[in-house]
C-alpha cells in the first residue's frame, strides 16, 4: 500500500465538471478528504456522488476541473491510480463462471500481488466466505457477491479505496463487519470514502462529511465541524437536512 502522510489529502477534487450530452452531472465540485480518514459521501439520487466516485477512479474522463488520488492526478497518470485505488459498486459485476477463490487469484494477478495465497486466505475467514471458497459466483447470494468484491477490493492493499453504497445487500451483522473492516483499513493508513444513502448507518464510523445536491459540494469537513455549523446536537441526517435547507432558501 501507498503510503501517505496523515496530514496529506488522499483525495483532492478542484472544479469538477462533467457533462453528458445536455445533462450537467457535476457542476464545480470541490473537496478533499485527509489520508487515513473514512469519509461520507453522501446526497440524494442524482447528486452526483457515482460521477464523482468514478471519476477519481479514472473510469470516466471529467469534463473538466482537477482531481488527484494519493498524490497522483488522474486525468495524466490514470495507470498509476488505478494501481492503489479499489473500487467496489453497489452491485459488483462478478464473473459468472469463476470461483470465489479465482477471483482473488484474478485480481491478484491483475496487481502482481505474490502472496496473495495468504492474504486470500486471511480474507476469506475474516469476511465469512470460507465455505463459499469453491462456488461460483452464480450461486451466490446478493450479500455473498458484495463480501466477494470486498475481499478483491482489500486483497492489494490499496491506498485508497471508493465504496458505492456498499450496504445494500448486506445483512446487520455483514454491514457490522464491513464498518469495522473499513475502520481497521483507515487506521493503517488507507483512505476510505463511503458513498451512501443510509447516514444512520456510516456516521459512527465516518469522520469526515461530503454533501453533495445537484451536482454541487454544499459542504465538506470534519463531522465535528459540521455539527458546530447546523445540528450540533443532532445526527448526521438532521445535518444533512440542514445543509440541503439552506441551499433550498438561498
Known amino acids: 500500500m501507498t503510503e501517505l502522510p496523515t496530514n496529506h489529502n488522499a483525495i483532492e477534487v478542484v472544479d469538477f465538471r462533467k457533462v453528458y450530452g445536455s445533462t450537467l452531472a457535476a457542476a464545480g465540485i470541490s473537496f478533499s478528504l485527509p489520508a487515513g480518514t473514512v469519509g461520507a459521501l453522501v446526497g440524494p439520487n442524482g447528486a452526483g456522488k457515482t460521477t464523482t466516485i468514478r471519476a477519481l477512479c479514472g473510469i470516466i474522463r471529467p469534463t473538466s476541473g482537477m482531481l488527484r488520488v494519493a498524490g497522483l492526478d488522474v486525468q495524466t497518470e490514470p495507470l498509476k491510480v488505478k494501481q492503489v485505488v479499489a473500487y467496489v459498486p453497489d452491485d459488483p459485476p462478478l464473473f459468472e463462471t469463476l470461483t470465489v477463490w479465482e477471483h482473488l487469484r484474478f485480481i491478484a494477478s491483475a496487481y502482481e500481488v505474490e502472496d496473495y495465497q495468504q492474504r486470500g486466505a486471511e480474507l476469506l475467514t475474516q469476511l465469512n466466505l470460507d465455505s463459499k471458497r469453491n462456488a461460483l459466483a452464480s450461486e451466490l447470494s446478493r450479500g455473498m457477491r458484495q463480501k466477494v468484491a470486498i475481499a478483491c477490493a482489500y486483497l492489494h492493499n490499496p491506498a485508497v479505496l471508493f465504496f458505492d453504497e456498499p450496504l445494500s445487500g448486506l445483512d446487520p451483522a455483514a454491514i457490522r463487519l464491513l464498518k469495522r473492516t473499513m475502520v481497521e483499513r483507515a487506521e493503517r493508513g488507507a483512505t476510505v470514502l ?56 438561498g
Open 194 to 249: 463511503v458513498s451512501s444513502h443510509l447516514l444512520a448507518l456510516v456516521e459512527d464510523i465516518c469522520r469526515h462529511l461530503i454533501v453533495l445536491r445537484h451536482g454541487k459540494c454544499l459542504f465538506s469537513g470534519t463531522v465535528e465541524l459540521a455539527r458546530e455549523s447546523y445540528a450540533e446536537s443532532g445526527s448526521l441526517e438532521d445535518v444533512f437536512f440542514r445543509v440541503t435547507e439552506e441551499e433550498d432558501v
